[in-house]
């Protein structure tokens, strides 16, 4: 009768296997030929309902214990936004929204946990041009593999959420993982598990779309007509997705894309640039070759020579007859 | 005859035989080496970045880190070098009419028969196009490269433009690495041209074959070093 | 303190349908595991369980204190982490921000580590032994008793009242606690005596 | 709490008024999501702020703080006026029907009696008709003049919808919608649950606000049931705790009350508490009051507490003033009439109103004994802050001894949650340096002092050489030892009342709950209300049973709730006068003819027929209060009373100030501002991010909420020049703070009685300590005057000014 809860159990202290290994990558940055993961892990999903999030930030907190991070203590700017921004020590942000709705005229507290979607489609593991730096899991886990980062930030360029964060100590790009420290012991994430409304739950992605549903039901009864599953088609959909009590308008919670995609940019960026900048470096040096051995060099004739002695003499006579 | 801004302090002829006439003092040419070798390596470095199967070549620079917190700094190393070159030698390669000859008669240019063309002074309208071209996308590869500079500069501009940024300097790249190949090859092509940044000078000869109007202005304003 | 509950439901994992991550584990060996060794390591392997409950609010959610060493075996215990215990009715494993960062509270900097003593003027606190504390106030109370407690009113009859003396009980300690200060208090006859409750 | 966290899942209405549940009980609000996921529930919050909690709320109404009680009639008004009255439960449950006596009346916002010399109310006529045959007399039709009922409609007729607007600035449809969605649970099918905390305690007359909101749950028919009552989230970990084991200045344990001078000996002091029932056939449960002081006694004193020495009764001390409440002590240490002051786990510096006059008070003590396992601002009192802490310190002669405790984490022991859960814990980490636990320190300095008693003599040394102190190791009892000593055990052995031969229970044995203890010194129990936590089933405060039958919601299985297990109090109250439950989907006990059954434990005797005895058993009538006779000291039913400082005058009584009946000192009558002087109203709070100040301490919390502010609307900013995330100065008759500005839609000006109110919103938390940015707390602005029955200060409501300024300056040499 209880909603569905992330945490069921409490974590092992049992040693255990992972459940996440390399057999299990589906995608790994700039790596061609991946071998096909020998079983598919049942896609997984974080759900973060807005219309039930009090902004308590339980997320952050958990967040910051679970990967011991340690995120600066900044001043307040006039905001409940803290710390301000996303870090490499701060995975996931409460970004706070006072929007008042134009039909009731009522104000709204939009209050939306930002941080990794783990995109079907990673923007931030097609740009990575370090193999293996970045991968993603058969269950859909995008993550990073710190050990294979060079920090150039291309991540970050071709992220459509602007999520990851470059270290200013370690030069490593960071950003949520979904735990996948937990979730490959079969725990559920530490922000999922801690969050008091249970706003966030963790589960298979079927599931949550089921549960998806009945929030977005419950509230089309309490007036919200718009309510809908944010799960963005243009970067093949999510593995962590929203109800928002207004998705016909992602944008009015602190700048959600009403539709991401990868940046056109970065596509043409990693696509045309990447395939016909080779080919035409390539053919430019063959062709300098080539042309070098089979075409005739340009030579100096010894005329050339008998010509430029002419010219200095008569330089000279010139200027001793003056 | 008019004063053209061909005539360097150290273009001198050197009374033969054989005639040799200097082109590049010594500053200069330690000068263009630097900026050469910087290219080298930031072609190197920015190639193991720009594809995958090209990430190998991060193994001369130590290594994926090593390489990305390299490259950046041999590209101001280079934009330093290169413009103090470009300070010196700009004057130089300002186009003139018979550029425009030059280029229309690009076909004898390529098949060597310079008889057909005018006379050129110290630059042709090759070497002044790749003179120019490598200035331009330098400093768009500067700037595009500091946005992207994420040790650095890593937040200070929106997202957008790093995007953009991004794309910019991988493609001003290409082309600059186009470029690159363009001025060896001609250098190597004609040759006797690269004596002229090894040892500084080239044979009376090549000078008066392919810049015979500069040659002449030497002569005629009787830059010889005098006789023993 | 029913950690095996907590191991029964571990198998309930389907429920939460991150089954598939857990079930059909890969017989990876030791040294190979290590060398795909992919996701961070499992922090909370094999550290000790103990069972709590928050010290904040009183809604009192169950916590679970993960520690290198056992207090119980008369090892040192470290305190590693603390989270939410998904057996307690209450709070499901949920926890608020205070309680999901109680590790950084027992952790604090500004914990204290020894007893402190302020002589009058002084603008610093310098060490004190326990003994040296202790009996120090001690004195100081029955001094201060004998002084001023008010043994009988003025119709004589017995009061037992001492005014010049207070305390404050700190609503966060237990109720044994509780028991025990409220014995202390009470029996010297300290009327300006109460707690958190009252503001 | 009457019901408890997981019970709130029953309800069909949350009122979350005078409280703020969602910031500072996020774990406990997570009912309140079920409840509405899952039977539709919907949320109401009335709040001077657009809090947390009403950001998922589906109704919220602004209202002036301080103004609940002029809400509360309102709705009551309503529901009345509009028939929406649970009638049967209302006629048997509370005292509708009962006469009050003649002569008691309510004028000008006064109730009868009033004596402004004395601010005191002769309460003689405040009470019932009493009969020849000692009961009270009633007229079950309530259509007599003075009953009750009557009496009531008469008191709430002045609160309109518009004069609710006039006083509280609620727009008058925002009201009638937030009346109308309440009126609806008073069919026996809908309940509402209200969940209040300091919003509603802070206040000079915080006692009547929460009472004024029971009368309505009271007439809705919500006490008592699954999903209903009235629900004090309460602050502290175990803060329900002290209460309960009486560490008060005016309690013993139990909700046994303090004796005064007048109790000059043990039988008169039982003669004024132990009350016979008011009607016929009622339990009036403190009957049983003799047997649970002389237990207590015997806990205290053991066999120095004996019947020829009235029970050791002269050991107890006895008040000449109602209290010696914190507001009285700092008054008299601030006069210089306090020597020694011991601060176990509290900062009164920062948690007391009027921060100036605590500092001064503190300065006057002799010495200052604080245990807290973390730095504390009183314990720094004395330290030099710049701008932060301004004090000289060369001048202020206080010793100061800080000792270091252990926390949570390093002890076992129970603490008592608001739903009145005994919840057991064990250490799970090795204390810090030289940590000790509190019960060490007790006991060091309790056995230390013991032992000058016992070398040197001196005054009544006797309730301290008896104290009953036997523990394995006397110098750290251990917490199941005090455990047991408070549930109680047999002194001798403990015959069966129903059978003389037979043993009840055994000497030395525990008991197995207070239906066991005796008047005679036969048994020991250092709190009734606890007996049963640690009997010899063992330890029932460590029970982990999580099932929950049928979803109910009241895991009898998990640890123990006071009294013996009760989930749910007055659940007698949820079943109707033939027993059956009002409504079957939400049966909590059943009447099957000879006994009562159900999910919970019946808090009526479990064979007392259902028309017989009424549900609320503590009350010499049985029934519910209404009509509180002389028992509140501000009137028997709530009247609107302005805080002391208002930005409006009483409508009801342009002269009369704050709560016409609370104590406040001279010195502090002439430090309350007016609101020519200081224009708005200011209150005070807590975030989500941080517990009180402790979380500052703790780099986590700090970084989710760094830095001290003060929250105000765009308009304010603008008519005072404030830019968001500016700093501003606020200051108060009392003193000053400087603070960040969040400017911010979530607080919105409010008409009140024609003229605009600005509100300004001041959160607590930061201080000179710990790992988040130096700041202040809102106490140096509060008024010190407190509630007129508890002395609660008035932290909710009071004046202040705010201007523009620069940053605070920290000491010299530092950055």
Redesign the interface.
Known sequence: M?S????????????????????DLVRRSATSELPPPD?Q??P?AKLIDVSKCIG???C???C???NDTFPDIEENVGVYTNPHDLTENMFTLMRFTEWVNPETDNLEWLIRKDGCMHCADPGCLKACPSPGAI?QYS?GIV?F?HENCIGCGYCVKGCPFNIPRISKVDHRAYKC?LC?????????P?CA??????AIV???K???KKHADERIADLKSRGYANAGLYDPPGVGGTHVMYVLHHNDKPHIYADLPDDPKISAVIEVWKGVTKYTGLAAMGLAAAGAILHGLFGKANRVEPEDEVSAEKLVEEAEDLREGA | MPRSNDVQPEDTIHRGPPVTVGRYGPGKRLNHWITASCLILLLLSGLSMFHPSLFFLTDLFGGGQNTRMLHPWIGVVLFLSFFIFFAQLWRANLPNRTDAQWVSQIGDVVNGHEERLPEIGKYNAGQKFIFWGMAFFIIVLIVSGIIIWEQYFGEATPIDVRRIAVLTHSVSAVLIILLFILHVYAAIWTRGTLRAMTRGSVTGGWAWRHHRKWLKELAGRGRIDPAE | ??ID??RR??L??A??????????????GESE?AE???????????????????????????V????K?D?RKGE????V??????????????????????????K????????????????T?ER?S?DD??????????D??????L?A?AKG??????????????????????????????????????????? | MTNS??DIKNTDLVVVMGGNAAE?????F?WVTEAKAHRGAKLIVVDPRYTRTASVSDYYAPIRQGTDIAFLNGVMKYCIDNDRVQWEYTKAFTNAAYLVKDGFGYKDGLFTGYDAEKRDYDRSTWDYVIGDDGFVVTDPTLQHPRCVWNLLKEHLAPYTPEMVERICGTPKEKFLRVAEMISECSTPTKTMTSMYALGWT?HSHGSQNIRAMAMLQLILGNIGVRGGGMNA?????????????????HL??GYLT?PT?KD?DFETYMSTRQFKPLRPGQTSYWQNYRKFMVSFQKA?WGDAARADNDWAF???????VPS???L??FE??HAG??????????N?LL??PNRAKNTKALSNL??L?T?????TETA?F???HGDFNPVD?????????????T?????????????R???W??????P????????Y??????L??R???RT?G???PD??LN???DYADENE?T?EE??R??NGRALSDVMDPADPTKVLVPAGKQVVNFSQLRDDGSTMS??WI?SGCFNEQGNNM?R?D?H?PDDTGT?LG?TFAWPLNRRTLYNRASADLEGKPWDPSRKLLEWDGAKWTGYDIPDIAPTAKPGDVGPFIMNQEGTARLFTRGMMRDGPFPAHMEPFESPVANVFNLKMRGNPVSRIFEDDAKQLGLSDEFPYAATSYRL????HF??K?????AA?QPEFFVEISEELAQERGITNGGWVRVWSKRGEVKAKAVVTKRIRPLICDGKPVHVVGIPLHWGF???AKKGFGPNSLVPFVGDAN????E?KAFLVNIEPSTPPKDKEGIA
């Open positions: 209880d569905p809860r992330t945490a069921v159990s409490n974590p092992p202290v049992q040693p255990m296997e992972s459940n996440l290994t390399q057999r079983r892990l049942t997984v308590c930030k339980a952050q907190s958990a910051i214990e679970w991968v269950n993550d593999i993982t996948s420290d937990r979730v490959a012991m079969g725990q559920g530490a598990k801690a969050c008091p409304t249970q963790f589960g298979t079927d599931d949550m | 303190m029913n509950l907590s439901s571990f309930k994992l429920g939460a349908g991150v089954v598939a991550t857990s079930v059909g584990a890969m017989g990876f595991a795909i060794a992919h996701v961070r390591a499992f922090k909370l392997k094999t550290t000790t369980e103990t069972r709590n409950t928050c010290p904040y609010c009183s809604v009192a959610c169950g679970i204190i993960y520690s060493g207090s040192t215990a470290d305190i982490h603390i989270e939410g215990d998904a057996d307690h009715p209450t709070n499901r494993g949920t926890l608020c921000p205070k309680g999901a960062a109680l590790k950084d509270f027992v604090s900097p500004t914990r204290l580590q020894h007893p402190m003593l302020r002589k009058p003027g002084s603008d606190f004190i326990w504390a202790l009996d120090r106030i001690a004195r100081l109370m029955k201060d008793r004998d002084a001023n407690l043994a009113n009859i017995p009061v037992n009242r001492w005014t010049t003396v207070g305390m404050l009980a700190a609503s966060a300690t237990t109720n044994e606690t509780a028991w025990a200060t409220f014995k202390f208090a009470k029996s010297l006859g300290i009327v300006g005596f109460d707690n958190q409750a009252r503001v | 966290w997981t500072a009980h996020p774990c406990g997570k802070q989230l309460r602050g502290h970990s175990n803060i329900q705790g002290l209460t309960d084991l009486g560490l008060m200045s013993l344990t303090a001078e000059e205290m002269n050991y107890l001390a006895k008040l000449d010696y409440d914190v009285r002590v008299l240490m009439k306090v020597n020694g002051y011991l601060c176990q786990g509290f009164p948690a007391f002799k010495w004994v245990m807290d396992p973390l730095e720094r004395w330290e030099n310190t060369a001048s202020i002669q206080t010793e100061v001894i800080q000792l270091p405790t926390c949570f984490a390093e002890e076992d022991g129970s603490l008592t949650n608001s739903g859960w005994l919840q814990h064990w250490a799970g980490g090795t810090p340096g030289e940590a000790k636990h509190d019960t320190i007790i006991a060091q300095i309790f230390r002092m032992e000058l008693y040197e001196g005054a009544f309730p301290i104290l009953s102190w009892p917490a005090l455990a000593e408070i250092g709190c606890y460590a982990r999580n929950d895991y998990w989500t991010e941080h517990f402790w979380t301490h703790n780099r986590v919390n989710l300590t710990g790992s508890i002395e609660t200060p932290s």
